[in-house]
């Protein structure tokens, strides 16, 4: 069990990372919204669905991979370091935003279809619908957590980073606590946050919350240096046996702590609440523990190639899906002198005919997911890797 893996890659980590982007997808793009497996939904409030963590999970190894990354620079500061750090913080939320756009565009483009004007104005109203277009997203709290996380790692002394965690946590606890932040409705501070600065057409309007708003990007950016923290733990130690052994005593620490705090603070990640932060960050440091011991000590691999497809090119794949998912329900179709976009067509008139509402959305899900896999795997197989 002690092997030494000084210069050896985890294949785990690649997995892991593979893992959260494939169920990313797969429950961001059912057949239909409305037949949905449970497991597979968000908690509607307060708890926590095996969907809950895969976002989680994927900020917990961005930490993890901050730490891998960073190395060569020492952990020093410079003006190099600043520019990229910078630049792919910009160039991440910009493609979130864009992803945002794009989706906006081509609904406004569908709204204007009654309306009686010249092809170009319909274009053009469609083009610059910004005042629509929702500002933060999924990619956005990544760029600017990764972004944070990377200026923290090389301007902090990493000792005293476990503090700054335990401070921004408590810091929000306390905002919630005092701003009526546990309420799902428009008065929770977090809503009226978000309402003020960015606007309600400008945000993902769930009972007035943003799941990706201002507020809640404090305690992720926590969530993002608890995985750069644990990644340094991890990686200190050359002997697998003790990786694996680090991982499942803080996962088991952070996920205890997490539960056993949420009776005075729901574990809710629509509001990102640190009892969320805890118990995701611990289980996601268990299951890494687990894979490490599969994949990397037990050599059982096989299983694990359609995920590293993913894990190599994770947010490229991710992307696609994203603009894959926009084009999807936005093409028309004429069947049967009904319109319906290409999702629906697949669903309804492929699947849903001879599987039942629930076995056909999950299908579809299932099936996009593979699409991109296909991609993925071209690119793996070529070893094209593209980085954002």
């Known amino acids: 069990m002690n092997q030494p893996l000084k210069k050896k890659r985890l ?47 994927f900020m917990f190894m961005m930490g993890i991979s901050t730490y891998i990354s960073l ?67 999924v990619m956005q709290r990544l760029g600017i957590c990764y972004g944070a996380t990377a200026l923290i790692a090389l301007l902090m002394r990493h000792r005293n980073i476990p503090y700054l965690i335990a401070g921004l946590l408590s810091a ?3 905002l919630l606590c005092f701003g009526n932040g546990f309420a799902d409705n428009e008065t929770n501070i977090l809503s009226v946050v978000d309402r003020t600065v960015l606007g309600i057409h400008r945000m993902y309007n769930d009972h007035g919350i943003d799941p990706e708003g201002i ?22 130690e050359a002997e697998v046996g003790e990786k694996i052994q680090r991982l499942f005593i803080i996962g088991t620490i952070l996920t205890f702590s997490g539960f056993l705090l949420s009776y005075g603070c729901p574990i ?15 289980l996601g440091s268990m299951f890494l ?32 899906a994203a603009v894959l998912s926009v084009m999807f329900g936005n093409i028309l179709l004429i069947f049967d002198g009904d319109l319906m976009n290409l999702q629906g067509f697949f669903y309804h008139i492929c699947l849903n005919s001879w599987l039942g509402n629930y076995l056909a959305s999950f299908v579809y899900a299932a099936l996009f997911t593979c699409l991109n896999w296909a991609v993925g795997y071209i690119l793996y197989k070529k070893k094209i890797y593209i980085k954002i």
């Open 71 to 137: 190395k060569k620079y020492k952990f020093t500061f410079s003006h190099e370091a600043g520019r990229k750090i910078l630049k792919r913080t910009i160039v991440i939320f910009a493609i979130g935003y864009g992803i945002n756009w794009l989706s906006t565009m081509c609904l406004t483009w569908h709204r204007l279809n009654i309306e009686e004007i010249s092809f170009g104005e319909h274009l053009w109203r469609s083009v610059i619908c910004f005042g629509d277009v929702r500002i933060l997203g």
């Open 172 to 174: 929000y606890f306390l």
């Open 289 to 320: 523990a687990l894979l490490i011991w599969i994949i990397d000590v037990k050599g059982y691999k096989r299983w694990s190639r359609f995920f590293e497809s993913f894990g190599v090119n994770p947010l490229f794949i991710y992307v696609l």
């Open 215 to 236: 507020l809640s990007t404090i305690p992720s950016i926590a969530h993002v240096l608890l995985g750069f923290c644990i990644g340094r733990w991890m990686m200190e």
């Open 268 to 282: 809710n990640k629509k509001i990102w609440s640190p009892t969320f932060v805890l118990v995701t960050t611990g």
């Open 11 to 57: 294949l785990a980590l690649d997995i892991l990372r593979g893992i959260t982007i494939a169920g990313m997808i797969l429950v961001n793009d059912p057949g239909s919204w409305s037949y949905i497996y449970a497991p597979l939904e968000h908690a509607v409030w307060n708890g926590l669905t095996p969907t809950d963590l895969i976002f989680p999970f």
